[in-house]
Antibody
């Protein structure tokens, strides 16, 4: 059974940082394209970014609202992807989901940015 | 960015009756390989999204055949042949052809 488990969410003030983790099980993780999708309260889904497998260069791509502030990395030895979120803004508030190829999703972790 | 426009915003349905959701993209979703990467997701209340359909009409594993996707170019449709209670939630289309991938605003399907 495939499982994705996010963690690391919490409360942070504007300008602060958080690091989210996504731990996978039940898949061949080194081959997985992993994306982060967020959902502001009572709003729709928004792509944050993605990281390719190291076999495809391990490169990352981000949506415009987070480009230059968010960093994604992966540790295949731990079946884990990280989302480092810097210079957080109020509008970054929401539930952050990780997903592999959009077929498997985690339960999400809540990030609240507020003064 | 490609804008995905869904309609209607809200869809009251009667159990056992059909339902239809439209999704339009601001650009053609045909990729260089000839496929259109148009996906449909359902997010039930309090749950994570679940993909139902990929590449316009391919149902994901375990998805009932009452869910049918169709369309081409910039116009796509999700049809539910007979709505069941478990189909209630918000449906999203998402294009995977152009970066950044973008979602429609969602269609809330609720019991009439």
């Amino acid at each position: 059974e495939v499982q994705l488990v996010e963690s690391g969410g919490g409360f942070v003030k504007p300008g602060g940082s958080l690091r989210l983790s996504c731990v996978a099980s039940g898949i061949i993780f080194p081959k997985a394209w992993v994306s982060w999708v967020r959902q502001a309260p009572a709003k729709g889904l928004e792509l944050v970014g993605r990281i390719k497998p190291n076999s495809d260069g391990g490169t990352t791509d981000f949506a415009t609202p987070v480009k230059g502030r968010f960093i994604m990395s992966r540790d295949d030895s731990r079946d884990t992807v990280y989302l480092q979120m810097n210079r957080l803004k109020i509008e970054d508030t929401g539930v952050y989901y990780c997903t592999t190829n959009y077929d498997y999703w985690g339960q999400g972790t809540l990030v609240t940015v507020s003064s | 960015d490609v804008v995905m426009t869904q309609s209607p915003l809200s869809l009251p349905v009667t159990l056992g009756q059909p339902a239809s959701i439209s999704c339009r993209s601001s650009q053609s979703l045909v990729y260089t390989d000839g496929y259109s990467y148009l996906n449909w997701f359902l997010q039930r209340p309090g749950q994570s999204p679940r993909r139902l359909i990929k590449k316009v009409s391919d149902r994901d594993s375990g998805v009932p055949d009452r869910f049918r996707g169709s369309g081409s170019g910039t116009d796509f449709t999700l049809n539910i042949t007979r709505v069941e209670a478990e189909d209630i939630g918000v449906y999203y289309c998402m294009q995977g052809t152009h970066w950044p991938l973008t979602f429609g605003g969602g269609t809330k399907v609720e019991i009439k």
